[in-house]
């Protein structure tokens, strides 16, 4: 496994003035808007385990229908295992925000990460703002202000007004392939589970679990069978007392003796409730800024065969992860799309860069047109970093995943869960 060393190195502000800072930034900013409605947020459970969060914008007999970042979402009510529902976004954040201690940066990210989570992207982009005045050297915060900064960006370029079309079922020759653009119901159906985006996060966290220090939950069955199965291993503690202590510890040192006795059949029960960092760029940054803002556009729509890469809720796990692992399973010519042993050769890379400057140029594509300014384009050194963080050689997530097609997707039937 190589991941490089992430280190977090806090500001010298004084405790007065960070508490300025942060009084400064009003609770109302969470609203979307002063005269629009504002909704209790509610989680649903759905049959097949997927879990989804939001503003519970209306519900009927047949039908609950959640405001999840921004957009509305309608769920069939056979389809809900259970729902459950709480207070306003702004009263949350009026309650987060008069807990935090301004010193405290890794809270402060998760009231950004709250607002963002909620579409609340003016008042997370203010937020962060905040943080880093206090604690400029902070890389989480400055990972976030991009990732907010991106989907702003993003939503703003949606906001164009672009020719769609349904596609004509007996017409499909003679309609540009643009046309085919499946409805959002459709790539539905393709999307992650809770369970499987999980299993992603567990093979994708950080080897240095000590110095992450991620937000996991290990079940007390889990340990108790870890002690069970393991016991003898001299990684474990012995006696009574020292496993109860083991037992009191947070989630990620249980799963770091997990990891250390290789308890690999424990790993999917246990639950990663943040993204690590390197699936948090790519759902954040990567996957909405470019992966659906440009590459999708010229290579993931049917031009190349079996790569076809969702559009819908670019920046939530259980879409955004499907284009990693399909990017990460497609092999075209015999290159990887995304290439752990050298990082610099994946397509992703190499087909965004001039013809003249890539070792492996892009395809002939009618409209395409480099993202790079060249090799040096700080961009794509980013996006190398991004793969050589990932764990190396790409491991056997435990999920069955066939990448989705372009033909099955386009002639779906619309899922019941609808983005």
Not at 138 to 147: C, I, K, P, S, W
Not at 335 to 343: A, G, L, Y
Request: net charge negative; charged share 25%; proline share 9%.
């Amino acid at each position: 496994m190589k991941h490089p060393r992430r280190s977090r190195r806090f500001g010298t502000v004084g405790v007065l003035a960070a508490a300025a800072l942060f009084v400064a930034a009003s609770p109302a900013a969470a609203q979307n808007g002063g005269d629009e409605p504002e909704y209790p947020v509610a989680q649903i459970v759905t049959t097949d385990g997927r879990v989804f969060s939001g503003e519970l914008v209306e519900q009927n007999p047949d039908t609950v229908v959640l405001g999840i970042a921004g957009i509305n979402t309608p769920f069939s009510r056979d389809m809900i295992e259970s729902l459950e529902i709480g207070k306003t976004v702004t009263a949350q954040y009026d309650e987060l925000k008069a807990e935090l201690d301004p010193t405290d940066a890794d809270a402060w990210a998760q009231i950004v990460e709250f607002l963002f989570d909620r579409g609340r992207y003016d008042a997370a982009k203010q937020e962060v703002e905040a943080l880093l005045k206090v604690h400029p050297d902070y890389e989480v915060g400055r990972r976030l202000q991009a990732r907010i900064e991106s989907q702003i960006l993003l939503i703003q370029q949606s906001a164009t007004p672009t020719r769609t079309t349904q596609r004509p079922a007996a017409a499909r020759p003679n309609v540009p392939l643009e046309s085919f653009e499946p409805a959002p119901a459709q790539e539905a159906n393709y999307w992650l589970t809770a369970d499987q985006v999980n299993k992603l996060r567990i093979w994708e966290l950080p080897a240095d679990l000590s110095r992450a220090q991620p937000r996991v939950v290990v079940p007390r069955d889990v340990v108790d069978e870890l002690f069970e199965n393991y016991g003898d291993d001299p990684a474990l503690p012995k006696g009574r007392d020292a496993r109860n202590r083991f037992r009191a510890e947070l989630g990620w040192q249980q799963l770091d003796k997990i990891f250390e006795v290789r308890a690999r059949e424990l790993y999917p029960r246990v639950r990663v409730v943040q993204d690590p960092p390197a699936l948090q760029d790519f759902r954040g940054q990567l996957n909405p800024g470019y992966v659906v803002g440009y590459f999708r556009q010229h290579f993931g729509t049917g031009q190349i065969p079996g790569l076809y890469l969702l559009r819908y809720r670019p920046n939530t796990a259980e879409s955004a992860f499907v284009n990693f692992l399909s990017l990460s399973n497609v092999v075209y010519e015999g290159d990887s799309f995304i290439d752990r042993d050298t990082p610099r050769r994946s397509l992703l890379l190499q087909w965004g860069l001039p013809r003249a400057d890539a070792d492996v140029p892009a395809p002939p594509i009618d409209g395409w047109r480099p993202f790079f300014t060249g090799l040096d384009d700080p961009r794509y050194e980013q996006y190398a970093d991004w793969i050589d963080s990932l764990y190396e050689p790409m491991p056997d997530y435990g999920i069955e995943f066939t990448p989705p097609d372009f033909n099955e997707v386009i002639t779906a039937e619309p899922a019941t869960i609808r983005p």
